[in-house]
């Protein structure tokens, strides 16, 4: 919640600083003493991974721009040299792969756990609808950063995702022209990549900023959905959350290191390590992992401009989900018909990730996956458009405890 | 009677085993890779050294003449968790080697043959290619480009393996009223099962330093190690540093969660 | 109570030291490779040698060389040049040390010191003032005073050991470090 500030300097450059720009009160009140709700858990840990992931790739990414070359004949060398020649290159260039993988990992467990537990609802509709912009532009640099290594996956899927733009009537091939500089990906689409790639993350960490901000103004949701009612539902933000993150941080930071040493091509594909050539298509052009559900979104619809609309729609749609969820209760845990559509929301999520990395015409144990692709984009856009305002409207939600401190009313 | 849902079951696998093949006739999907050991594998594998020069040894005798090795330097040959030579071996194995020279004082590339002028490499030279560019290679293998090797392992699905069974798939049969297309070869672990390349290996191909026998087996073995190498030359490096990194965030974690239990348990 | 909770204050003191320090040590571990990678790397380190072939240089010729992304003057001396080096009195010189990086620092600046094989000079073509490449004088095209080079930048004037002689250069041309594999074969760097 924010209140009054409570800091005290004490010392003399402190003193000075604060009556010259208040850093120091503003990492004090935001850092160290804000109120935070003791009940939060390991769902809650994922706010400052992502910011430790975000600060991990930023500077991983400045140390691989003093040696990446950002031209079509020169990229995919720079990239070996720094792979075998430059000194821990392999490390750094690992760091930053998987380490991108890692991030998304780390915002979709924090944006299901936002779902999950209502955070989106008022008053924090707004940090919803930042979290979603920091998403778009997370998906964009992702995007461009895949590029950069002008593998085979890196031209072809940067083809088929600027083609996209082609579908809009009229000036569709205008804006992928545009786009490409060029009459297809080439030398100039990938140097103008590159350089939104460098941009995107401090316009990243600018919304960062104000998604954090916007929190504070109302402070922190928690497990049970429920407001804080007085100090004794919360404790100070330091030591007990920058202890309880720091531990978490730590776990997830072996998690990640398992694999960049042990498995640092799990999440690639072979593709990748050949030279990209135009005249050559690789048999399946898949984006990487952490869009593939919005890939089979986007496949399951049979017509162009519409399979594009739907993926925009699939995004976007997002942000409207404060409105779109009718229910006066935030979280779950009190909510027992909505919990249950929640899973299979994530489940459908999964499989239609699983389905955007098949062939478009695979068959499994005797379904095609296109037709279970699109089951999923049916419950997909149901849950948000259908189930979300209705269910709030008949469900009948559990009694909530008084508050926070009180003995949690048993489930 | 008893004998009909048998000879239903029979006439139905009959049916379904050549409807499968047929099938699978059609669509020429590559056989798995085979399954063979590597020193390299498992998160405390390493390279074999031997195996790598003489690795080293098929590629320099076999492969170069049609595959370059673009990102690999002949410093690299020296390097720790490589094939081990010392810096003067790798000197020498650069100096083996024609690199494409400068203009000479004339200003020209080629000799009074028309062919290009070279001089032996140092070992700041990377691997050369056996051809001047796409077309010549393509004129000299009849249409077909030989692959850089350099990140072979890393570009195909089953890594090492798999190049290890495209060298030791050669000289199958064919299955029944398959036509192997004009200048290419039946091999089932390639993709469509018509491979360009002519079976590059044979016993003997090689004779090995170190006396080992040169058996197909072998050199194919040796070979897709060395391949592994060249494709991930910080591999041992990797793994190495992995355990250390490994062992200290299991340590740290812990120190951490005891802060963390330690702190609140007054809040619980 | 009083004796727990002080127990209890000092185990987690404990614990926030021990977790600063392995922070600390992570924190360590992670910058190094970080700062590590600006050195140079293999590939420039793989260069940082190179073999010159003596054979084609004539008595009184010269060869500039790309060594270390600067260029390397390898000069094959006449007699004249070597009796000139040699009759040149080394405390009167602007700068009396061999700047020689295969000699300690306080060498003096003889011929000798400058060349180890007297017919072969191996210098650092970087005028010691601001570094521009310096012009070599020969019997046609003389350059300076001293039979040796004349950078054009400043004026600076180097004698036919390298050795300045004359203008704001405060060093002698810097010999680098090298060795002959054979007599027509020397390994600089």
Request: net charge neutral; with cysteine.
């Amino acid at each position: 919640m924010s209140g009054p500030s409570t800091y005290k300097p004490n010392s003399g450059i402190e003193k000075w600083l604060d009556q010259r720009l208040p850093l120091p009160r503003l990492m004090h009140d935001t850092m160290r003493t804000f109120p935070t709700p003791k009940n939060l858990n390991f769902w809650y840990v994922f706010g400052g991974i992502l910011t430790f992931c975000l600060a991990v790739q930023i500077i991983t990414g400045i140390v691989l721009a003093m040696h990446y070359k950002p031209d079509s004949t020169l990229a995919f060398g720079s990239v070996e040299k720094i792979m075998r020649e430059v000194n821990y290159g392999w490390l750094i260039r690992y760091i930053h792969s998987n380490g991108a993988s890692m991030f998304f990992l780390a915002v979709y467990i924090h944006m299901f756990r936002g779902l999950y537990y209502g955070s989106y609802k008022a008053p924090r509709e707004l940090i919803w609808i930042i979290g979603v912009l920091i998403y778009l532009l997370m998906t964009a640099t992702a995007f461009f950063g895949y590029v950069l290594p002008w593998g085979q996956m890196s031209f072809w899927g940067a083809t088929v995702i600027t083609n996209f733009f082609s579908a809009i009537p009229l000036v569709g091939t205008h804006i992928s022209t545009w786009l490409w500089g060029d009459f297809a990906v080439g030398d100039a689409t990938l140097n103008r990549f590159f350089s939104l790639h460098y941009l995107l993350p401090f316009v990243i960490a600018a919304v960062v900023g104000l998604h954090i901000w916007a929190l504070h103004v109302p402070g922190n949701n928690n497990p049970l959905g429920i407001d804080v009612k007085s100090p004794q539902d919360t404790v100070p933000f330091h030591p007990y959350y920058t202890v309880k993150d720091g531990f978490y941080l730590a776990l997830f930071v072996l998690f990640f290191a398992v694999f960049i040493f042990y498995a640092p091509e799990f999440f690639g594909n072979p593709d990748n390590a050949i030279e990209a050539n135009p005249l050559v298509t690789p048999k399946d052009i898949v984006p990487e992992w952490y869009l593939l559900p919005f890939y089979a979104i986007l496949r399951s619809i049979p017509n162009k401009l519409l399979g594009v609309l739907a993926l925009g729609a699939a995004i976007l749609i997002l942000a409207f989900i404060p409105w779109l969820d009718t229910s006066r209760v935030r979280s779950c845990r009190f909510r027992p018909t909505m919990k249950w559509l929640f899973w299979f929301f994530v489940a459908t999520c999964a499989v239609l990730g699983y389905c955007g990395s098949q062939s478009p015409d695979a068959v499994k144990f005797g379904m095609p996956l296109v037709w279970v692709a699109r089951l999923g984009t049916t419950y997909y856009f149901g849950f948000f458009l259908v189930l979300m305002p209705l269910v709030g409207l008949f469900e009948t939600p559990k009694p909530l405890p008084a508050s926070i401190s009180q003995p949690v009313l048993a489930e | 009677m008893t004998h009909l849902p048998l000879r239903l079951a029979l006439g139905l696998s009959l049916a379904l085993g050549s409807a499968s093949a047929v099938m699978a006739q059609e669509t020429r999907d590559p056989l798995p890779p085979k399954s063979v050991d590597f020193s390299f594998e498992g998160p405390f594998g390493t390279y074999d050294r031997a195996s790598l020069q003489r690795g080293f040894q098929v590629y320099k005798e076999v492969c170069s003449a049609c595959h370059v090795l673009q990102h690999v330097a002949f410093h690299n040959l020296d390097e720790a968790g490589g094939p081990g030579f010392t810096e003067a071996q790798a000197k020498g194995i650069a100096a083996g080697f024609k690199i494409p020279a400068e203009p000479n004082d004339k200003g020209e590339t080629t000799d009074d043959k028309g062919e290009r002028l070279t001089r032996p490499g140092i070992i700041a030279d990377y691997f050369p290619n056996p051809f001047p560019n796409e077309n010549a290679a393509r004129t000299a293998n009849n249409g077909k480009l030989p692959p850089d090797l350099s990140m072979i392992v890393k570009a195909r699905q089953g890594g090492a393996h798999y190049v290890y069974s495209i060298l030791t798939g050669f000289h199958q049969t064919p299955p029944k009223g398959y036509a192997v297309v004009k200048d290419t070869y039946y091999n089932p672990y390639f993709d469509g099962w018509n491979i360009g390349m002519p079976p590059p290996l044979q016993a003997d191909s090689v004779t090995y330093s170190d006396g080992t026998k040169a058996t197909v087996d072998q050199e194919a073995h040796d070979v897709a190690t060395f391949l592994a190498w060249a494709s991930e030359p910080k591999m041992e490096e990797r793994k190495q540093m992995g355990f250390s990194v490994i062992i200290f965030l299991v340590a740290f974690s812990g120190v951490l969660f005891a802060a963390k239990k330690k702190l609140w348990a007054d809040v619980h | 109570m009083t004796a727990a909770t002080a127990d209890g204050a000092t185990r987690r003191d404990f614990l926030y030291v021990a977790s600063g320090a392995m922070g600390a040590v992570g924190a360590a571990a992670v910058a190094w490779p970080l700062i590590d990678q600006m050195n140079p790397s293999s590939a420039a380190l793989a260069l940082s040698s190179v073999e010159v072939d003596l054979t084609s240089i004539v008595v009184g010729q010269g060869v500039t060389i790309k060594w270390r992304g600067q260029p390397l003057f390898v000069r094959r001396r006449t007699p004249e040049e070597i009796a000139k080096a040699r009759a040149v009195d080394v405390a009167s010189l602007p700068d009396p040390l061999a700047e020689n990086s295969s000699l300690p620092e306080n060498a003096p600046a003889t011929d000798a010191n400058r060349a180890t094989k007297p017919e072969w000079l191996i210098l650092v073509g970087v005028c010691t003032h601001l570094g521009c490449t310096p012009t070599i004088s020969t019997p046609t095209d003389v350059q300076g005073e001293y039979g040796g080079w004349l950078c054009h930048c400043h004026g600076s004037q180097y004698d036919t050991a390298g050795r300045i002689r004359k203008g704001p250069a405060p060093r002698n041309l810097q010999v680098p470090v090298y060795s002959f594999l054979s007599d027509t074969r020397v390994k600089v760097g």
